[in-house]
Structure formats: C-alpha cells, structure tokens
T-cell receptor, first 116, second 111 residues
Framework: KNQVEQSPQSLIILEGKNCTLQ??????????LRWYKQDTGRGPVSLTI?????NTKSNGRYTATLDADTKQSSLHITASQLSDSASYIC???????????????FGTGTRLTIIP | DVKVTQSSRYLVKRTGEKVFLECVQD?????MFWYRQDPGLGLRLIYF???????EKGDIPEGYSVSREKKERFSLILESASTNQTSMYLC??????????FGSGTRLTVV
C-alpha cells in the first residue's frame, strides 16, 4: 500500500530559528515529490516539486531534499518567521498515467508553530 | 498563475439537505479533483475528472456525486448531507505535466 509518513506531527520553534521536517514514502512507482504549505482554513500552496533525478530544490528560505534510494525527503526552513506557522504536507506522485491524471498520496502533515 | 476558485469559504447545512459545492479553474486544465480533509487523516480523494462529462471514483466516493458539464467547472454534490460529511473540502486542477493547484477550500458543517 502506498504511504507517506511525516514527522514530527507538530513542532514549535522560536522565531529566527531553523527547522527540518521529514517525509518518508513507500509509493511505487515514483514520479515526483511535492511539499505544500497550508495555512489554517486555506488550501495547500505548492512550495517545491522534485522529480526522482533531483536531490535538492530551494524556494526562498525553504529547501527541500530528496533521496530516492532511501525514499526520504526533508524540508528545511531557514530563519523562521511568524508567517511560516502552518501545516506542511508532503505529497508523492506515481508515474503519470496515460490520461495524465495523477493519483497522489498525501502525508498527514507537520503542524509548525513559530513563536516570537 | 492558475486560479482555482471555490464558491463558498464556509457553509452550514442541515442533515438531509442536498448540497452543491462549486469549483472553477481558469487555466484550461484537463483534470479536476475533489478532496476532503479531516484532522489526522490527510487529504482523501472523493472523485476526479479528466475530461468534460468524464468522472472516476476516488477513494471515498460514497455519499457524493460530481458533475462536469464544462471544462472549467467541477461540482461536488452531497445528495443527502449527513453529519459525518462535516469536513474541509478542497478542489484541485492539474495539467498533463506537474502543475497541480488547489482552491482555498470550503469548510462545510452539517448540523
């Protein structure tokens, strides 16, 4: 069964500190892995998308890494800000089907709280 | 940027009512999806559509139906709302590549 597991479930850090969120997956076949940020009461917004051939990708203060051999990914947030408080969701996609519709597998997310 | 618009942010309905959730995307995407999101369970796929008038069941289709009469619009229908359908509903659309965009969500409460 395809699964995506994220850790920790929740995390509280001081403003200005760095943090790393983890994602382990057992999805096969594998096409790409995405990290989304979801503010409370809003829809998820894409941060990064990585294919199996990419090891790292950055988006401002967010840096995602991918190890396709161990099926692990991490999201590193540098110099955290209050606006980083949100849920971060890891999503894994299998190889695209003929129709182009993707059956994504979602993690349950890490709830990050930044305190001043 | 792709925009996926869900018609309501918050909705309160009574048990047994027929409920329509509307979703419109503006980037001519072929694929559209409806998910529900519950605490601790993550996003679960209800239905998806890869073309006009085409639909396929997702992981939890029971109690729901969908309609896609136009490419840009995908509607989720709760035929007879029940309290266990209280949830956050998210619409998404995607192209044939890696683009995948969510709407802002509809928080539905069934009382």
């Amino acid at each position: 069964k395809n699964q995506v597991e994220q850790s920790p479930q929740s995390l509280i850090i001081l403003e200005g500190k760095n943090c790393t969120l983890q994602c382990n997956y057992t999805v096969s076949p594998f096409s790409n892995l995405r990290w989304y940020k979801q503010d409370t009461g809003r829809g998820p917004v894409s941060l990064t998308i990585m294919t199996f051939s990419e090891n790292t990708k950055s988006n401002g203060r967010y840096t995602a890494t991918l190890d396709a051999d161990t099926k692990q990914s991490s999201l590193h947030i540098t110099a955290s800000q209050l606006s980083d408080s949100a849920s971060y969701i890891c999503v894994v996609s299998p190889t695209l089907s003929n129709f182009g519709n993707e059956k994504l597998t979602f993690g349950t997310g890490t709830r990050l709280t930044i305190i001043p | 940027d792709v925009k996926v618009t869900q018609s309501s942010r918050y909705l309160v309905k009574r048990t047994g009512e027929k409920v329509f959730l509307e979703c419109v995307q503006d980037m001519d995407h072929e694929n559209m999806f409806w998910y529900r999101q519950d605490p601790g369970l993550g996003l679960r796929l209800i239905y998806f559509s890869y073309d006009v008038k085409m639909k396929e069941k997702g992981d939890i289709p029971e109690g729901y139906s969908v309609s896609r009469e136009k490419k840009e619009r995908f509607s989720l229908i709760l035929e007879s709302a029940s309290t266990n359908q209280t949830s956050m509903y998210l619409c998404a659309s995607s192209d044939r590549g890696y683009g995948y965009t969510f709407g802002s969500g509809t928080r539905l409460t069934v009382v």
